[in-house]
């Protein structure tokens, strides 16, 4: 099939490469010049493990192409799908303005019958919203079917995800539309649940919050496991066994960020106010997410008293592991706290340093090495759960430091190599402390 894809971000890359990878000739189309010229040359702008190499391929193999463009790149397309940004607006709802940009660039240049597809993660009622201003500006003649269509893929397994995805959610009120989109996704082997449009994009919102939801439980949860002296991490597997409760998305941390769940449970709450009725629950949700953000400052406070002049290592910048993306990454928050509170910051990310100083700027310094940051350290913040620092030689990593005190935002060690180490002060999420005193 010739499809093509509005927006190259890590939902509209990751979708193109992998429409080609499975055999359809497909065109991304972006206004960002810089990328489409990276693109072209096969560069990818996100870090994604595996995109590259399957997009070197399929350039190659003359399935993928790339233009900014939209005349030439919806001159041939059967299907378009839109995945360009819907960012949170000033009033916590999401802003449509990129997606109504789009369907205006749309109406302008497509000459000839298409499915448009919305996979933008978009407010229940944004496709017929998107459908009437198609509708007005098209040319004389021109008919659209539209289909929604959500993403489920997750930053930094986007490839897996979107080759290996759990369902696939088709949303629309033309089934020879419908059936169409299905076909293009055939190769694929995922299961495929046909809905209405408004079902569709329900079933998107619905799944982001309630994974927020599960996040932010887990953490109170864990709060309370502290308080009570057990241990989250027992209580989680011992809950997860349960197939009706799941052992996914049970690890707690300290908050989730992205760009999807701060913005999705925002939206998800506004649709709700919009239509009356009281969602309290995501209240909760996104309150105990900021609670949680600000945990270690409150652990390190505890522990070391005024911050002030002290000197804080952090080991991880992006809002997760395997991503470069800082949207909503939880050391956001924590480089302000305690810049604030006048603490010398010194952060270390394999991958996200880059945007992290465009994000954070220079109210912290920015180190080479996780040893580097850890040098002459009063503590040690572990933020986010790369390998890396999993892997690392705490032994070492703690020899490096004023003082040998971890606050872990992840829970990133067990027992055997914490033990290990010759002298450590080890503070997790919802766990028992590990304290070892040099003999
Ligand atoms: N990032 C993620 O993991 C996931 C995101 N989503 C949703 O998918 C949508 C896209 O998200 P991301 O890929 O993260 O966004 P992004 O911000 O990384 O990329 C959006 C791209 O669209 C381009 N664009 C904007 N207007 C355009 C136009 N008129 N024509 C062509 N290109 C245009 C931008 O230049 C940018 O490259 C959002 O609605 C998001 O909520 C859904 C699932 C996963
Ligand atoms: O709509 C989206 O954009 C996407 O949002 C999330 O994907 P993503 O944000 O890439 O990453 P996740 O792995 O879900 O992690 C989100 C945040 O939750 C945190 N998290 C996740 C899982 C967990 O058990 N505990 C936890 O604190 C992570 O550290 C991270 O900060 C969803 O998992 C995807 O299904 C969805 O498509």
């Given at each position: 099939?010739?499809?093509t ?10 979708t193109?490469?992998c429409?080609?990878?499975i ?17 072209q ?8 493990p595996?995109l ?28 378009i ?9 000033d009033d ?8 109504e940009?789009a369907?205006?660039?749309i109406?302008?240049?497509?000459n ?9 993660t978009v407010?229940v009622g944004?496709n017929d919203?998107i ?6 500006r ?16 997750r930053q930094g397994?986007?490839m897996?995800?979107?080759?290996h995805?759990d369902r696939i ?7 020879e539309?419908?059936?169409k989109v299905?076909e293009?996704y055939?190769p694929l082997?995922v ?9 569709a994009?329900m079933?998107?919102y619905?799944s ?30 011992g809950?997860g066994k349960?197939k ?13 960020g992205?760009?999807?769940f701060?913005k999705?449970v925002?939206?998800?709450l506004?649709?709700a106010?919009i ?12 309150i105990?997410?900021?609670k949680?953000?600000h945990l270690?400052v409150?652990k390190?406070?505890?522990?070391l008293?005024d911050?002030?002049?002290?000197k804080?290592a ?11 993306d800082m949207r909503?990454?939880?050391?956001i928050?924590?480089a ?13 990310d394999?991958i996200?340093t ?8 220079n109210?912290i310094?920015y180190?080479?090495s996780?040893f580097?940051?850890a040098d ?22 703690l020899?490096k430091?004023?003082?040998?005190i971890?606050f872990d ?11 290990s180490?010759?002298t450590?002060?080890?503070y ?5 402390a590990?304290?070892?005193e040099k003999q």
């Amino acid at each position: 099939m010739k499809i093509t894809v509005l927006g190259t971000g890590y939902v509209g890359l990751s979708t193109g490469v992998c429409l080609a990878e499975i055999g359809h000739h497909v065109v991304c189309i972006d206004i960002d010049q810089r990328k489409i010229k990276n693109l072209q040359e096969g560069i990818s702008p996100i870090y994604e493990p595996g995109l590259e190499e399957l997009l070197t391929k399929n350039i190659g193999a003359e399935r993928l192409d790339f233009t900014t463009s939209h005349l030439e790149g919806l001159k041939a397309a059967e299907i378009i799908i839109i995945a360009v940004g819907t960012p949170q607006g000033d009033d916590g709802g999401a802003d449509l303005s990129y997606i109504e940009q789009a369907a205006r660039d749309i109406a302008e240049h497509l000459n000839h019958n298409a499915i448009v597809v919305i996979k933008s993660t978009v407010p229940v009622g944004t496709n017929d919203y998107i459908k009437k201003i198609l509708e007005e500006r098209l040319k004389k003649d021109i008919t659209i079917k539209m289909v929604s269509n959500p993403e489920f893929l997750r930053q930094g397994s986007a490839m897996h995800d979107t080759i290996h995805a759990d369902r696939i959610i088709i949303g629309s009120d033309h089934e020879e539309a419908a059936k169409k989109v299905g076909e293009m996704y055939l190769p694929l082997h995922v299961p495929i649940l046909f809905t209405t449009i408004r079902s569709a994009e329900m079933i998107k919102y619905a799944s982001n919050a309630f994974l927020a939801t599960k996040i932010s439980y887990i953490n109170e949860i864990a709060n309370l496991c502290e308080a009570v002296g057990a241990d989250v991490q027992d209580v989680a597997k011992g809950m997860g066994k349960d197939k009706r409760i799941g052992e996914a998305f049970l690890n707690p941390g300290i908050g989730y960020g992205g760009s999807c769940f701060p913005k999705d449970v925002k939206a998800l709450l506004k649709t709700a106010n919009i239509y009356g009725t009281n969602f309290s629950m995501l209240k909760e949700t996104i309150i105990i997410n900021e609670k949680q953000q600000h945990l270690l400052v409150k652990k390190a406070i505890n522990r070391l008293g005024d911050l002030k002049g002290k000197k804080i290592a952090m080991l991880g910048l992006s809002f997760k592991p395997e991503t470069d993306d800082m949207r909503e990454a939880p050391s956001i928050k924590i480089a302000h706290l305690l810049s604030q509170m006048g603490t010398d910051v010194v952060a270390y990310d394999p991958i996200a340093t880059n945007n992290a100083k465009k994000v954070i700027g220079n109210i912290i310094r920015y180190a080479n090495s996780a040893f580097e940051a850890a040098d002459g350290a009063d503590a040690l913040f572990i933020v986010t759960e790369w390998d890396e620092f999993k892997q690392i030689d705490l032994t070492r990593l703690l020899q490096k430091m004023k003082e040998p005190i971890i606050f872990d935002g992840r829970n990133c060690y067990g027992i055997e190599k914490l033990k290990s180490c010759e002298t450590l002060e080890y503070y997790p999420i919802g766990k028992p402390a590990v304290i070892i005193e040099k003999q």
